[in-house]
């Protein structure tokens, strides 16, 4: 609820500027725009393909996120063991790393020299990178700790009462995690794997290094706007606008169905 | 908005550290004049220059400045379009070296050059592989084995068009974005092969040997050099282009560049 009172200029001021920086380069985007030649350039087989492939991989690396991120939330929020500190610290790596050089680190072990990789080569002949499964990995190790946070601030700050008591009333903490706490900190789960899903979507540095560039198969929407800006920026700026369109209109979406919008 | 546009370029490549004085310079062009004939370079330059350049580059630049005091050069190497692209809206550059003739198109197109651009040296493509050879790879026929994976450029990149200009037909497993990510490909052993520049694995020696294949003769990639329209100092961009031209041309044949 916001009160009638008149906003201090101090605030004021630096906010507009804030929504100004924010909002200026989308707008600038949108100026630029090439309308006229719009309906030839979305027809493009390969401008739709990267765009199936990005929802395909964002939202499958977005489900990877889930089995993993939520119950390393739990475990961060709800079980007291030495080192929690560094492996909080240790999770949010991935916000800090270029995607460039988290590109790399994924090379060195699921490549084809890898640690991992020269043994999923060897004993199933699977070899992650230049293949889709390596985009989904690549987002998902970049969108990870959006969710892990995201959760775990909303498992901290949901009511414990509820689960002693469902503890109290003789419920496992299995079931105690399905009843109670799962329900409880959904809103929190959905913002989280929005948030995760928007990052994965965006992701560029990592995906290019580790699943490298090939249409249909590893090339996202992101690859496809670097390629175009270097054939000429007109594409490129329709893509993004594709990219923005789409992927606003699933987040607000989604905002509205699950997350409570809270205006 | 192409001011704005402009601005934020100039903005972000500030902030990226790629210092190009967009201001008026000083140059202390007062007692010298800028003739040719070795008279000292001064003031701020910025040069951008394709990736491949990069090793070249780097030493002319030390060199330049070890017998100009008073020159200080800034070096922003990318791939070549992506440069052309920030040139377009505005960069503070005074020169720019492309690895082809048509993203230096790009540039003459929109008018941002001040002269005519002219070929400074010309690149030839080889065939990348792991040190050693362990493939056994002696031609463009067995880049087309099946398990074999090779990373070539994307067409959009030139190293990627001199590829397809010489009648390259290999499936690739990447398209990569520019010369030095196929490279790198070929250094992690994620590929066997890369189509990359004589330069690149000269460069990288250590870690990779290169195919020869005459099928390349026939893309052999030329790279243009030019004074910008907007180039803050004039003078200096004239000089280091001399330079290039004439007595810098040896780091660059050693490089693995051949003289145009």
Avoid at chain 1, 30 to 46: F, M, N, S, V
Avoid at chain 1, 65 to 83: D, M, N, Q, S, Y
Avoid at chain 1, 94 to 101: A, C, G, H, Q, T
Wanted: hydrophobic share 50%; net charge neutral.
């Amino acid at each position: 609820m916001t009160t009638r009172q008149r906003v201090p200029a101090a605030l004021l001021v630096p906010a507009l500027l804030g929504l100004a920086f924010l909002v200026l380069p989308l707008a600038g985007l949108l100026i630029r725009a090439p309308w006229g030649t719009l309906p030839a350039r979305l027809a493009e087989p390969q401008v739709l393909a990267a765009l199936r492939l990005s929802l395909l991989t964002a939202t499958l690396a977005t489900v990877l996120c889930l089995l993993l991120g939520v119950p390393l939330a739990w475990l961060l929020a709800r079980v007291e063991f030495r080192g929690r500190r560094l492996v909080r610290a240790l999770v949010t790596v991935p916000l800090v790393l270029p995607p460039v050089v988290g590109g790399v680190a994924l090379l060195l072990v699921f490549g084809r020299r890898g640690i991992v990789g020269q043994w999923l080569d060897q004993a199933f002949g699977i070899t992650l990178p230049f293949s889709t499964a390596g985009v989904v990995l690549a987002e998902a190790f970049v969108a990870l700790p959006f969710l892990v946070i995201a959760v775990e601030g909303a498992l901290r700050g949901a009511d414990a009462r509820y689960e002693e008591a469902a503890a109290t009333l003789g419920a496992g903490r299995w079931t105690t995690f399905t009843h109670v706490t799962l329900p409880l900190v959904a809103p929190g789960i959905a913002a989280g794997g929005v948030l995760c899903w928007a990052r994965a979507l965006g992701e560029f540095g990592a995906t290019i290094t580790f699943a490298g560039n090939f249409p249909g198969r590893t090339q996202t929407m992101p690859l496809a706007v670097y390629l175009a800006l270097e054939r000429d920026v007109e594409a490129a700026i329709v893509l993004s606008l594709i990219l923005l369109v789409v992927s606003v209109t699933i987040l607000a979406a989604l905002r509205d169905r699950w997350v409570g919008s809270a205006t | 908005m192409r001011r704005t546009m402009a601005l934020v370029v100039t903005a972000l490549l500030l902030l990226a550290g790629c210092g190009g004085s967009g201001s008026d310079e000083s140059p202390a062009a007062s007692g010298g004049s800028a003739a040719p004939g070795g008279d000292a370079l001064s003031g701020q330059l910025t040069v951008f220059a394709a990736a491949s350049l990069t090793e070249s580059f780097d030493r002319i630049g030390q060199e330049l400045q070890a017998r100009n005091p008073q020159l200080f050069i800034t070096f922003n190497y990318g791939g070549s379009s992506g440069l052309a692209t920030q040139i377009n809206e505005g960069a503070p550059a005074d020169v720019f070296a492309a690895a082809s003739p048509a993203t230096m198109k790009s540039v003459t197109d929109s008018g941002s050059n001040a002269g005519e651009p002219v070929v400074f040296v010309r690149n030839q493509l080889v065939i990348a592989v792991a040190k050693g050879n362990p493939k056994g790879i002696a031609g463009l026929a067995n880049l087309s084995e099946p398990g074999l994976k090779v990373a070539l450029c994307a067409e959009e990149v030139p190293c990627g068009a001199a590829a397809k200009k010489a009648g390259v037909t290999v499936t690739p497993v990447t398209l990569e974005q520019d010369v030095k990510a196929a490279l790198a490909k070929v250094k992690l052993g994620e590929v066997d092969a890369a189509l990359v520049y004589r330069t690149d694995v000269k460069a990288a020696a250590s870690d990779v040997d290169g195919v020869e294949f005459p099928e390349s003769a026939g893309a052999i990639n030329d790279y243009p050099i030019v004074v910008l329209k907007d180039a803050p100092n004039t003078a200096a961009a004239e000089g280091f282009i001399k330079y290039v031209r004439s007595e810098g041309l040896a780091a660059l044949t050693e490089a693995g560049f051949q003289a145009p």
